[in-house]
């Protein structure tokens, strides 16, 4: 291994990380983003490139950070990221009204990537019941 090789090899896995996250979006992604992030990790620690072969060494672990946080495990929508509180219940029931609350939510929450992708969603549903159904992905409803 040389420091050319081990570079290009983590930026081809880095790429494919975003790639996975545009093609398939992120709540389709998360498996597959979170394996090639301990595949990294394990490439890092096999290698020792904090020594060696990488002089970003701090910047990749902050960036594999950062993704490990965005995919938090264990908690929240399919994607892993931590749902907002959101009262649709007593509400208007209009499901209008319900995107809308819905989405502010998760954009207060600085979620309005998953804000819009709920509201693609939601639109492409066929019946009222899926509709609530897609939104309760996204929201801890009150």
Given at each position: ?142
């Amino acid at each position: 291994m040389n420091k050319e090789i081990y570079q290009t090899m983590i930026t081809g896995l880095l790429m494919t990380i975003l790639e996975k996250e545009v093609v398939l979006g992120e709540v389709e992604a998360k498996d597959d983003v979170l394996k090639i992030v301990d595949m990294i990790e394990d490439l890092d620690l096999f290698w020792d490139s904090d020594s060696q072969y990488d002089p970003d060494a701090e910047e990749l672990d902050a960036y594999l950070e950062k993704i490990r946080v965005k995919y938090r495990q264990g908690g929240g929508n399919e994607a892993g990221i931590s749902k907002p509180s959101c009262k649709l219940s007593g509400e208007d029931g209009n499901i209008f009204s319900l995107i809308a609350r819905a989405s502010k939510a998760l954009k207060e929450a600085g979620q309005a990537g998953e804000a819009d992708e709920m509201t693609a969603r939601v639109f492409q549903t066929e019946s009222y019941n899926n509709a609530l159904q897609v939104i309760m992905e996204y929201v801890e409803v009150e």
